[in-house]
Structures are given as C-alpha cells and as structure tokens.
C-alpha cells in the first residue's frame, strides 16, 4: 500500500493505542477484494472482505497502530495463530480474532490519497498517484 504522509501522521497521533487507517469517504457498496471495516462509536467492530454493504462503514487500507496493551494482545494472537499453522491467514485475521479483547479505533484517512498495489494495473495507477501525493 502506497499512501499520503498525512494518513501516517493522524495515525502515529491519535490518542488511542491501537488505530486502523480507514477510507471512510469511498460510498458502499465496495468492491469485493476490499477489506471492508464496520465502525461504531469510532471503533471497529468488524473487518473481512465478507462484511455486507449495509455493514460496511468503509475501507480499512492496511495502515495500522498497536502500542501498550493492544500490541501485547495482537502479538500473543499472533503467536496462537503461528503455533496453531494458521499461517496462510492474512494479518487481517489476527487483528479481527483480538477486537473482543481490545478497542482498535478507525482513524480516518481524510480523504487523502492512498492505493494498493496487488498486479500490474495496480501499479500503473500507483505512479500516476504518486505524482498526485508529491504535489500535495
């Protein structure tokens, strides 16, 4: 994932210890490769590419913040999961398995530019975007 500084900066910033960089701007319904994010009260409640349209409150770009306790829990998960072989889950896994367990709070990203890059049509995008974000 490429992405504006300033996604980077409200998320080192925010008061909270756990935090998701989230596109709250892009409308539902969102394509079906996106990680969808289910938000209440400015914490995330739900997040897997399966969460319905009606459920999605945005995009969650794969940006994330763990200090303090949040990050001892995420790291024991993480453990769980390796010693358990579930290594071919996604770190999106880990992170929805620990929502029970801490609060992870969705820090916007203001609308500011970001993309991910997962083939070629990515890629040619990304450096059209990169001209966009060195300019702003």
Same mark, same amino acid.
């Given at each position: 994932?490429?992405?504006?500084?300033?996604?980077?900066?409200?998320?080192?910033?925010?008061?909270?210890?756990?935090?998701?960089?989230?596109?709250?701007?892009?409308?539902?319904?969102?394509?079906?490769?996106?990680?969808?994010?289910?938000?209440?009260?400015?914490?995330?409640?739900?997040?897997?590419?399966?969460?319905?349209?009606?459920?999605?409150?945005?995009?969650?770009?794969?940006?994330?913040?763990?200090?303090?306790?949040?990050?001892?829990?995420?790291? $024991?998960?993480? +453990?769980?999961?390796?010693? /358990?072989?579930?290594? &071919?889950?996604?770190?999106?896994?880990?992170?929805? !398995?620990? %929502? $029970?367990?801490? +609060?992870?709070?969705?820090? /916007?990203?203001?609308? &500011?530019?970001?993309?991910?890059?997962?083939?070629? !049509?990515? %890629?040619?995008?990304?450096?059209?975007?990169?001209?966009?974000?060195?300019?702003?």
């Amino acid at each position: 994932t490429i992405f504006h500084k300033k996604i980077l900066e409200n998320l080192i910033n925010s008061k909270h210890e756990a935090g998701l960089a989230i596109d709250d701007t892009i409308p539902a319904p969102l394509p079906e490769e996106a990680m969808k994010a289910t938000i209440k009260n400015d914490k995330i409640i739900d997040v897997s590419k399966t969460i319905t349209a009606e459920k999605t409150n945005g995009d969650a770009i794969g940006v994330y913040k763990f200090s303090g306790k949040s990050l001892k829990i995420l790291i $024991n998960e993480l +453990d769980r999961l390796i010693s /358990s072989s579930a290594i &071919k889950q996604l770190f999106t896994y880990a992170v929805r !398995n620990i %929502l $029970n367990k801490t +609060d992870i709070y969705s820090i /916007s990203t203001e609308g &500011k530019a970001w993309i991910e890059i997962d083939d070629q !049509n990515d %890629l040619d995008a990304a450096q059209k975007l990169i001209q966009k974000i060195l300019k702003d």
